[in-house]
């Protein structure tokens, strides 16, 4: 009885995730009410309530979610090539999450430059193991193996997919100040300064 109850609960939030994350890619978020929300996924507003505290909460989720969703697909990807060069496996990561991005700008848009919530954000530990999201742990393994010693990986880490974020939201979204085809090969030497400028001597 108390599985059945567990499982009714996450049927209902997993239906409020949804709802939103339609919502929110369709229109500006500033107009998208709890109520229409909660009409949407089939509950009563009050039980909206019981899930999330407000719509900042439930749309930061859904940000942390679709951005480590990205990440997960770019690392799997990487996973299936043998790529041994330290810095030509974080451009190969950092350009298949571009790719999904440029193909899904409506994604592009509501995660806005807060793609470093996929992976650094509370809300990922809630979603994914460190056995299924490992991109933390595969960056300073692969830091560690080829010689670049960094006196802290994750915050090498941080900076570059802030970077990324940052700088790639506009070209993405508004081909500003270049359509991201042309940015790539200004942010792919951007990002070898960056893991050869930390490096400990």
């Known amino acids: ?113 807060n793609l470093s919530w996929g992976i650094f954000s509370d809300y990922v530990h809630k979603s994914y193991s460190n056995d299924e999201l490992h991109i933390r742990k595969r960056f300073a393994e692969l830091a560690e193996k080829n010689a670049y010693n960094y006196e802290d990986p994750n915050l090498v880490l941080f900076m570059i997919i802030d970077f990324v974020g940052s700088t790639c939201y506009s070209s993405i979204v508004k081909n500003e100040p270049l359509p991201i085809r042309e940015y790539k090969p200004y942010l792919f030497d951007a990002i070898r300064a960056i893991l050869q400028s930390q490096k400990k001597s």
């Open 1 to 113: 009885m108390k599985s059945k109850i567990i499982e009714n609960k996450k049927i209902k939030e997993t239906k409020l995730l949804n709802a939103a994350f339609e919502l929110f890619t369709s229109k500006d978020i500033q107009n998208v009410t709890i109520s229409e929300i909660a009409k949407k996924a089939g509950v009563a507003k009050g039980t909206f309530y019981l899930y999330f505290k407000d719509k900042d909460q439930i749309r930061d989720i859904l940000i942390s979610r679709e951005a480590s969703r990205i990440f997960l697909n770019a690392q799997e990807k990487l996973d299936e090539n043998d790529i041994r060069n330290f810095e030509d496996s974080i451009i190969y990561l950092i350009n298949q999450i571009l790719n999904e991005l440029e193909s899904n700008k409506q994604v592009a848009s509501f995660i806005q430059k």
